[in-house]
């Protein structure tokens, strides 16, 4: 019916990674039967694949940029949110989430001074606000030190970034806290990260398991 089925799975990935399809979850659905008729190795190599292009190519000029996100990548508007500051130095600068309202993706972006370098690019999954209110962001691009964590997630309620998720393979969710994330912690520590998790994220956790559950399995294979 919409014609993905048809389509390849290296396309799909390119397809996810530009924001390409009105609801990515049904592209990821897709992919996900891939994994079983494909196999979870070249799904990854499709993933690899797609990555690699999407960072040499329309994302090149967002890595390093001025003051964080201004003009998105995407639809090239100015329609930005900037969510809160993690990690926060006494100078002021630490590790900002910037979203795009109309494209709903976000980067992470470290800010030193002016200067503001990708931390990570992550891309929402389904609706603003759907999973018991929050909204949720599949990080597509993370640094070295969150790899024992993935895949991870970004969690923001009425703008506010709520902190960041990660699953294991038996779909448990662990939580770092936005409020955990301080000048002290390393990016990479696992310190801060609690399976006690606040009721509210709990509750967009398990909506997001019954809606995207597909989406977390191809990302466990991604990791
Ligand atoms: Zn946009």
């Not at 931390?119 to 990080?139: K, T």
Request: proline share 4%; charged share 20%; glycine share 8%.
């Amino acid at each position: 019916m919409s014609g993905l089925e048809d389509r390849p799975t290296d396309q799909l990935a390119d397809m996810i990674y530009n924001v390409l399809w009105q609801d990515l979850l049904e592209v990821w659905r897709i992919v996900r039967t891939r994994v079983d008729s494909e196999g979870a190795e070249s799904v990854k190599s499709a993933f690899e694949g797609a990555k690699k292009r999407f960072l040499e190519g329309p994302f090149k000029e967002h890595l390093e940029v001025r003051w964080g996100m201004n003009l998105c990548m995407h639809c090239n508007d100015e329609n930005i949110d900037k969510n809160g500051i993690s990690y926060v130095q006494p100078s002021g600068d630490g590790l900002e989430f910037n979203q795009c309202l109309n494209c709903r993706v976000g980067i992470l972006y470290n800010l030193v001074v002016a200067n503001a370098t990708l931390d990570s690019y992550n891309i929402g999954l389904g609706l603003a606000g759907q999973y018991a209110g929050m909204s949720i962001h599949w990080n597509a691009l993370t640094p070295k030190e969150m790899d024992p964590f993935l895949p991870t997630y970004e969690v923001i309620n009425e703008g506010q970034w709520m902190g960041t998720i990660s699953f294991n393979d038996q779909l448990e969710a662990r939580f770092l806290p936005f409020a955990a994330m301080t000048a002290t912690t390393a990016r990479g520590a696992v310190e801060p990260w609690t399976s006690e998790i606040p009721a509210d994220v709990q509750a967009a956790i398990d909506a997001f398991k019954e809606t995207a559950k597909e989406q977390i399995e191809v990302a466990l294979v991604l990791k």
